[in-house]
């Protein structure tokens, strides 16, 4: 919300200069996101009348000018059609930098002749888009010859931009803003009628015949005020509307466009003007009819549905209720009656409307937050008294259609409650001061509540009310009760979980990333979609609780790829939402190079399932699992490639986590090139660790060397290595301490439908060293074991 000092003080009667505004704004909730003077650069520009205006002797098109900046004649050559002897406009001598153009001007040479800086446009200065010729100022400007332009346009008044929360709807208005100001002691809120000069704010009431208007939507659009004005000339706007509105970014149109503008950013009232001689009959609000559509202010046209409200005649659609008008009905140069719209809409249709639709405006922020419903007739009357001051006309009579919810609202108020919620012992009677003050009305124990405050609910809100005019900051720091002695830990085990593992991915060379927890339909299709779905989102691409985290982190990576990351390896651990709850995950994602290529290999090597296995099976033993009794097991689900991708489990039910290579699918729905590899492993699953006391049993490796024997079986092809490896390591546990797979052959010598699985396994003797019986006894015991498990020891 952006407005200037002066325009500031149009509502509020004060003597603070503007450090103390700023730091009143933030204290009082209004938080100050940025000054700036919208002169400072233009301070080198001045006031300056052309003396004599001669023909370029060299070019048809420019002209030698003689300017008089307050310093004497300088000789300026021009191109702009209107500069002729005797106008006065705005000089810019060499060294100012035009801001409009983004260079710095120099005493140039031009066809011949030298130029001592420029003569500058509207668009130029960055004060408007008019660029045909330069600027013409007033006659009245013949008396501040060489006054800086800033100074004499009176562009020196500050622009402050106040961040103002959801909540907060009253404040969408300069007079809102003005009033909290009011309230907190810093002046006094002029009376409205006298801010507009127009004495007491009531209907005008005209002779001609009122509108023809209604609603047929008291949903959507529960009160429809209208009135029109005949015989209008649309002109420019008045020199301190122009000012104001152009300060903080609004583009001047005309007159009654930037009446509806000045309206809405000084009160917080959205208007709407018609072209009544573009419109067919009267105009209903309605809800629209399937596939209607409208042709918007922004020249973009909408497709609209029934569910949205418009504003319509007996032809066509005019105006997205409360969110943007038609170009059909838009005012012009040509427009002699208008019909003025002041409309109460309902913020929740509001809201929809405009996200479905893609659709923000001014206008729309306001009415989703929620206008004062009492406003309407104030708002009508302020339009209607602005528009026959500076543009004429007759006004005719006032329709109102239905009427708002403006049923007084009450709540209970119990002074005690500042010092027990808000912590301040606050006098009552400068509670009831303060209420006052923001315009509620306190009577005994209860306060009615202003109808442009929507956002007060109960008894917390009054004291949030009263806490932050008093003053926050005055709120005394006192000390929780801490009992004596040593604290002890509040960590919850699953906590500590997160953060081993959190460490451990960060040791092992991932990069961990936050990504949204809400998601796009799209994106989460290819993970099953979303067991939860936000009925009335903030966006489209954020609406649904993500099955998964890997698309966030897919869509991560694809975006470091695609920015010439070489190599992307990425961690997140946050929550899925499925249908039964949150559950705690902890997901990887790597693609690119997983090795560089390098003089000894000469090319580079991509990740692989395998490599997704074993950050698994690392990350799950930094958990705490018994990565020990781990079965690998079967294809991952429809997010995995098939035949490469697996589960990780304990037993056939229990699954710790999903590994493998990322479907293609998958990657195409994501538009990802390249092969990716995934594994997210699910803390949940993970059996907590029997409590065996605080101490650890001493570390006391044995003394004797370890023994390792080498075995080779004939298996089939489609055997998993893993189950054999387990059956090994388990036909002596305690002789046996370790089992792996160092060779995989197929070819000669093995039959066809077969594969031959070399296994080392390591023997570890404890008291004393083995005996050839003893080894012979264990390698009987291997062997049989791989046999029920369906291999052959190879001859």
Not at 400 to 410: E, K
Request: aromatic share 6%; proline share 6%; charged share 25%.
């Amino acid at each position: 919300m952006k407005f200037t000092l002066n325009w500031l003080k149009e509502h509020l009667d004060t003597d603070a200069d503007l450090d103390t505004i700023l730091e009143t704004l933030t204290r009082i909730g209004l938080e100050v996101e940025g000054v700036e003077n919208p002169g400072e650069k233009l301070n080198d520009f001045r006031v300056a009348k052309v003396l004599t205006a001669e023909k370029h002797p060299n070019a048809d098109k420019l002209q030698v000018l003689s300017v008089d900046a307050g310093d004497g004649p300088l000789q300026v050559v021009c191109g702009a059609p209107n500069a002729r002897a005797g106008m006065i406009g705005v000089f810019g001598p060499p060294g100012a930098f035009v801001p409009g153009s983004g260079f710095e001007l120099k005493v140039a040479e031009i066809r011949g002749v030298e130029s001592n800086g420029m003569m500058c446009s509207v668009r130029e200065l960055e004060l408007g888009d008019a660029h045909e010729g330069i600027i013409e100022l007033d006659e009245d400007a013949a008396g501040a010859i060489g006054v800086t332009y800033p100074d004499y346009a009176g562009l020196t008044d500050p622009v402050i931009d106040v961040s103002i929360t959801p909540n907060r709807q009253d404040c969408m208005g300069v007079r809102g803003i003005a009033r909290d100001l009011a309230a907190a002691g810093l002046g006094a809120l002029k009376p409205l009628g006298d801010v507009y000069r127009m004495g007491e704010v009531k209907p005008v009431e005209g002779d001609g015949p009122a509108p023809d208007v209604r609603t047929d939507d008291s949903e959507g659009c529960p009160a429809f005020y209208a009135q029109s004005v005949r015989g209008v000339k649309n002109c420019e706007s008045p020199a301190w509307m122009r000012r104001y509105l152009a300060a903080i970014g609004q583009r001047t149109i005309s007159v009654l466009v930037d009446i509806t503008n000045f309206v809405m950013i000084d009160l917080g009232r959205p208007l709407h003007v018609y072209d009544m001689a573009k419109l067919s009959g009267g105009l209903v609000a309605r809800k629209a009819k399937a596939d209607e559509q409208v042709l918007a202010l922004n020249g973009k046209s909408y497709t609209l549905d029934e569910s949205m409200t418009v504003i319509a005649d007996e032809a066509q659609v005019h105006d997205i209720g409360g969110i943007m008008g038609g170009e059909e009905s838009g005012v012009s140069d040509a427009t002699t009656d208008v019909l003025i719209e002041c409309a109460y809409f309902d913020p929740d249709h509001i809201a929809r409307t405009g996200q479905k639709l893609l659709l923000t405006s001014d206008a729309r922020q306001r009415f989703e937050r929620g206008v004062d419903p009492a406003f309407l007739d104030e708002g009508l009357a302020i339009a209607t008294w602005l528009v026959t001051e500076h543009c004429g006309g007759t006004p005719g009579g006032v329709t109102r259609a239905s009427q708002p919810p403006v049923a007084p609202r009450t709540v209970r108020f119990d002074h005690a409650m500042a010092r027990t919620l808000g912590g301040l012992e606050i006098a009552e009677d400068e509670q009831r001061a303060i209420l006052t003050r923001l315009g509620f009305t306190v009577e005994g124990d209860t306060a009615t509540v202003p109808t442009w405050r929507r956002d007060i609910d109960g008894p917390a809100d009054l004291v949030e009310e009263v806490v932050r005019i008093f003053g926050i900051d005055k709120v005394p720091s006192e000390p929780l009760p801490r009992p004596a002695g040593v604290a002890k830990p509040t960590a919850t085990p699953e906590q500590k979980r997160e953060r081993r593992v959190r460490r451990a991915a960060a040791a092992r060379g991932f990069h961990e990333a936050v990504t949204w927890s809400f998601l796009s339909e799209a994106e989460a299709q290819p993970f099953g979609g979303g067991a939860w779905t936000l009925a009335n989102p903030i966006s489209e691409d954020l609406k649904v609780m993500r099955p998964s985290l890997l698309p966030g982190l897919l869509a991560a990576a694809g975006r470091n790829l695609n920015r010439g990351v070489s190599s992307v390896r990425l961690f997140e651990v946050g929550r899925r939402y499925l249908a039964d709850g949150e559950r705690p995950t902890l997901a990887v994602v790597m693609a690119g190079e997983a090795v560089s290529r390098d003089w000894h290999t000469g090319k580079a090597r991509s990740f692989s399932p395998f490599d997704a296995k074993a950050e698994a099976l690392a990350l799950l033993e930094a958990a705490g699992a018994p990565v020990a009794n781990l079965q690998v097991m079967g294809e991952a689900g429809e997010t995995w490639h098939p035949g490469q991708s697996a589960t990780l489990r304990l037993g056939p039910k229990n699954i710790l986590a999903a590994f493998g290579m990322v479907h293609p699918g998958v990657r195409k729905a994501f538009d990802l090139d390249g092969p990716m590899v995934a594994a997210e492993l699910y803390l949940d699953a993970i059996p907590e660790k029997r409590s065996t006391g605080f101490m650890r049993p001493a570390y006391t490796p044995s003394a004797l060397q370890a023994v390792t024997r080498d075995f080779a079986f004939l298996v089939d092809a489609d055997m998993a290595a893993d189950s054999l490896i387990r059956a090994v390591k388990g036909a002596d546990k305690k002789a046996i301490i370790d089992a792996r797979l160092f060779d995989v052959f197929t070819g000669a010598g093995v039959e066809e439908g077969k594969k031959s699985l070399a296994i080392e396994v390591t023997l570890q003797p404890g008291d004393k060293s083995f005996t050839d019986e003893e080894l012979k006894a264990i390698a009987d015991k291997v062997v049989k074991a791989a046999e029920k498990q369906g291999a052959a020891l190879r001859q």
